[in-house]
Each structure stands twice: as structure tokens, then as C-alpha cells.
């Protein structure tokens, strides 16, 4: 997906979050974060759009500390998430497409790029927190996004030394969107996951679903087992255990 798209994403997804968790109230417990209510939810998105502006708004080329504590209380939280989402999609849009900024996933796109298509799914995921904490059906994601936001997760966080699926033997884990024709293959071991895209060679498991239920799924918002499974259901198992971010 093109930054434009991701950006216009990005305005729907927050203002559906902010929608949905002004209904729900702060206080309602968000089932896909049991640790989390509304009010923590609003106030680590409201912190993390906001510490993005300020990494585009004032040119930042290396990491600034984001600063959590800032939100205000119960009465005013949702429309300060709203102004702060407000703030990240201009930052975004006015942003020079070729400036330095600092960013911390390996990737190939620019700055920009990387930060719209960042925090296009950062605000997906939570939307999906805070619509399943008012308890009603959630809004759709295009196949296009989901399979973005899929291959985001697999070679970007999992291509980082801090990721926790590994397995002590060589296993093969083979991911299929069966909407957006797309399929990762997750080549598993004691090191960093290596990250493939197609279906060369054999899996010794395959997930597969929709775009969107692999989306879910592999950010834990979706119980795994909801997907197709064929093979070794262990590794599904290992996936659900130690993927978290």
C-alpha cells in the first residue's frame, strides 16, 4: 500500500477507535488486553500518535523518549486522543516524503512511509482493542491492508533479535491469505525467524484464512485456532505462546 492509503487508514481507524471506546466508557475492560480498560487503552495510543508527531513534526533522527502520564482524566481523555490522532494524521500528510527521521524496523521504505504504514496498523490493532470492548462486531479491513499489516509483523518484528519464535530443530511455518493471494514462509530455528515470501519447499504447518483472520490471529486479537491448520498444530501453538510484541 502507497503512504497516502495508509494515512487515509490511519484517520478512518482512529476515528472508529475513538467511536468506539467514547461508547464503551473508560472504564470498560478491553477483552483482547485483560490487563488494560479503555482509559489505559486511549492513553498508550494517545501517547505513542503524539511521540510520533513530535518525530515528524520537529525532524528527529534519533529516538526520543515518549512520555506517558501526559493524558488527562476520564471526562476529557477521549477528546484529547482525538486531537492527538488529529495532530499524528497532518504530521503524516505535511511530512517532507523524503526526510530523515528516525525509525527502528528494519525496512526498505522511507521514513514517512514507514511511519504511516506503522502507525496505519499500530491504530488498526487497538481499534479492534477498543471495539471489542463495547462488545459489538468489528469493522472490516480490506484484504490489501490486512496483508500489508501481515507482512509488517513477519519482516519487520520478527527480523528483529528480540523475537521469541524460535524452536530448538529447523521447523517451517507457512502463512496463506486466501483473499489477497499471499503466503509467507517462516523458516524457524534457535536464531532470528528468516522471513520468505511464497510457498517454495515444504511446511511442517500452514495457517491459512482470510487476510484479515491471519491479521488477527498472528496479533493475538483472534484465538489461533480459528484459523485453517495443517500439519504440525504445535507451531500454531509456539506462534501464539511467544509472538507477542
Known amino acids: 500500500m502507497d503512504t497516502a492509503e495508509l494515512i487515509d487508514a490511519l484517520d478512518r481507524d482512529g476515528r472508529l477507535m475513538a467511536d468506539a471506546a467514547e461508547q464503551a466508557g473508560p472504564e470498560a475492560q478491553v477483552p483482547t488486553c485483560p490487563e488494560w480498560r479503555v482509559r489505559d487503552l486511549l492513553a498508550h495510543t494517545g501517547m505513542v ?15 526520543a523518549r515518549p512520555q506517558p502520564g501526559q493524558e488527562p482524566g476520564d471526562a476529557d481523555l477521549t477528546p ?93 511455518l507457512r502463512l496463506r491469505a486466501t483473499d489477497a493471494e499471499a503466503v509467507w514462509t517462516v523458516r524457524l530455528s534457535d536464531g532470528v525467524p528468516r522471513i520468505e515470501a511464497g510457498d517454495a519447499g515444504d511446511a511442517d504447518c500452514e495457517l491459512s484464512g482470510s487476510a484479515e483472520e491471519l491479521y488477527l490471529a498472528l496479533w493475538n486479537r483472534l484465538p489461533i485456532t480459528e484459523l485453517r491448520t495443517t500439519g504440525d498444530a504445535s507451531l500454531a501453538e509456539l506462534w501464539r505462546e511467544r509472538s507477542a510484541i
Open 49 to 63: 500518535h503524539r511521540w510520533v508527531t513530535r518525530t515528524l513534526t520537529e525532524g528527529l533522527t534519533e529516538p
Open 80 to 172: 484529547w486522543f482525538r486531537e492527538g490522532h488529529g495532530a499524528l494524521v497532518k504530521a503524516l500528510t505535511e511530512a517532507d516524503p523524503e526526510g530523515r527521521y528516525f525509525t527502528f524496523l528494519p525496512t526498505s521504505r522511507t521514513p514517512l512511509a514507514f511511519w504511516a504504514r506503522r502507525q496505519a496498523h499500530e491504530t488498526a490493532v487497538h481499534r479492534v482493542d477498543a471495539e471489542s470492548a463495547l462488545g459489538k462486531g468489528l469493522s472490516p479491513f480490506t484484504p490489501a491492508f490486512a496483508a500489508d499489516g501481515l507482512d509488517e509483523l513477519l519482516t519487520g518484528f520478527h527480523a528483529l533479535e528480540r523475537s521469541r519464535v524460535r524452536t530448538e530443530a529447523p521447523r517451517t
